[in-house]
């Protein structure tokens, strides 16, 4: 308590070395900021009624006071609900939207892949497809050419009356 006695009389000291100073003092120091004290720095309450106890003014009377009880409006329990409903909703989509992302970052490469794995296939199958019309087509516009084919050892062409030797 004494430290606490002494640090509000050195307060008090140095707001009221500015206050006895006469008007000659002043004037010869260096121009300070006037200060405004607002409170006495004092250890104990003021015994005073009239510091204490003030009346009202017509301004006042909006304000509440600490003793005051101010209840919250009255809600409807189903506008409530649709409040907490409409959240929630947005909440979760999202939620939903976020793990919807994820699954599709996670199977749309395997799906892709595994699609065009599938296309090639296809693919493969239909190229083969056209190429053969394409040949029995020409074979059939055509006709086949009779040519004398060698044997694969020889250097003669072989003939249709010749027989392999046995």
């Known amino acids: ?18 206050a006895e100073l006469s008007d000659g003092e002043r004037h010869e120091q260096p121009q300070r900021m006037p200060r405004r004290r607002s409170f006495v720095a004092s250890a104990t309450a003021t015994d005073r009624p009239d510091a204490t106890a003030r009346r009202p003014t017509a301004s006042d009377d ?6 005051d009880v101010v209840l919250p409006a009255p809600r409807d329990p189903e506008e409530d609900a649709h409040g907490i409903a409409a959240g ?3 909440t979760l989509a999202g939620d939903l939207a ?14 892709l892949e ?6 090639t296939g296809e693919l493969r199958l239909g190229l083969e497809a056209t190429i053969r019309s394409a040949l029995s087509d020409f074979l059939g516009q055509r006709g086949q050419l009779r040519l004398p084919l060698g044997e694969p050892g ?13």
Do not use: F, Y
Not at 62 to 67: A, F, I, K, S, Y
Not at 114 to 119: F, M, R, S
């Open 98 to 111: 976020d793990v919807i992302d994820r699954q599709l970052a996670d199977q749309v490469p395997a799906l």
């Open 114 to 119: 595994a699609t065009l794995v599938k296309a």
């Open 88 to 90: 929630l909703r947005s």
């Open 1 to 18: 308590m004494a430290d606490a006695t002494d640090l509000l009389r050195r307060a008090d000291s140095l707001i009221k070395a500015d």
């Open 62 to 67: 909006d304000l509440p006071v600490l003793t």
């Open 154 to 166: 020889g250097d003669e062409p072989a003939t249709h009356d010749s027989q392999p030797a046995v």
